[in-house]
């Protein structure tokens, strides 16, 4: 660990916890998938049944996932961005 960079430590595992959000966040562009009441309410308020963000764009969501690769993401995460799962 760098004392004046303590941010810079590497961790060892992604927690648990996490693995869930990145894989949804990868897979379908948000972290919690949209529920037919939540599209209903949607256009019940006049809005998209999808919001405008990686949900209903897959030009987004292909970016997103450039970006996981360019970060290398794999190496400290496990997750296998081709493969949208992860290898431990």
Partial sequence: MNEIH????????LPSSFKGLLRSELRIGHIYELTD???SDREDLGLPSKPPTAYSDPNA???????AKATN????????????DFEW
């Fill in 37 to 39: 009441l939540t599209v």
């Fill in 73 to 84: 993401l794999k190496k400290d995460t496990g997750f296998d961005v081709d493969k949208l």
């Fill in 6 to 13: 303590p941010l810079r430590k590497r961790f060892r595992s």
């Fill in 61 to 67: 969501l292909e970016a997103l996932k450039r970006i």
